[in-house]
């Protein structure tokens, strides 16, 4: 079966600073992975995704994932957090043959100013 | 572009009441839907998947039900809601040729 494994359910990082979310997956086969945003009360907004084209994957907002299969992670980063990036972020897989996802645990993220 | 609506956007119910929320999505034609439900302090559990009009696959077996009758619009119910089934109602859909898939703005359900 797949699935995700969010290794950190709470980081803290001063505004500036660099943000490291990290991910691994569990798949017999190539998946494709994603990183979801969820701020309070709002649904979930995809910031990237990975369906086996570059392994350092670009989203939005300045967020970027690598794909690592010899170490089944998928780790997101951004250089320099924002204010506005207060919220939780979910790793995703896809499952095999239905179209449906498996969802971490979620990792909340704190910036402080 | 693609929409998704969801409505209510907040609810309130008694124990025991009925429930009727409702998913549209504008923009495209014979998508997958899916209805998600988070619990407080808990990740998303995915509660019904439809990939056409009147089919519809449950995760769980639980006090809800969904339907589809329209190409893009779904629905989810319940005859008489429990205490149980209070939380963030997230409707999403995605292109039947991918995986990723785009979300709603949700329902918070309170059941009182």
């Known amino acids: 079966a797949q699935s995700v494994t969010q290794l950190d359910s709470h980081v803290s990082v001063s505004e500036g600073t660099p943000v490291l979310l990290r991910c691994n997956y569990s798949s017999?086969?190539?998946p494709s992975l994603f990183w979801y945003v969820q701020h309070p009360n709002k649904g979930l907004q995809l910031l990237l995704k990975y369906t086996s084209a570059a392994t350092l994957v670009k989203g939005i907002n300045g967020f970027e994932a690598e794909f690592k299969k010899?170490?089944?992670s998928f780790h997101l980063t951004k250089p320099s957090a924002h204010m506005s990036d207060a919220a939780e972020y979910?790793?995703?897989v896809s499952r095999i043959n239905d179209y449906k996802l498996?969802?971490?645990a979620g990792t909340t993220v704190t910036v402080r100013a | 572009s693609q929409t998704i609506h969801q409505w209510p956007a907040t609810l309130v119910q008694p124990v025991g009441s009925p429930l009727s929320l409702e998913c549209t999505v504008e923009g495209t034609s014979n998508p997958n839907l899916y209805w998600y439900r988070q619990a407080a302090g808990r990740g998303?559990?995915?509660l019904f998947y439809s990939v056409g009009i009147g089919q519809i696959s449950s995760e769980v077996p639980q006090n809800l039900s969904a339907s589809r009758p329209q190409d893009r619009q779904f629905i989810l119910s319940s005859k008489k809601l429990l205490l149980s089934d209070s939380g963030f109602y997230l409707?999403?859909?995605s292109d039947g040729q991918r995986y990723e898939q785009y979300f709603g703005p949700g329902t918070r359900l309170t059941v009182t």
């Open chain 2, 44 to 46: 998303l559990q995915l």
């Open chain 1, 90 to 92: 979910f790793c995703v």
């Open chain 1, 28 to 30: 017999s086969y190539s």
């Open chain 2, 91 to 93: 409707c999403a859909w």
């Open chain 1, 102 to 104: 498996s969802f971490g």
């Open chain 1, 70 to 72: 010899s170490e089944t």
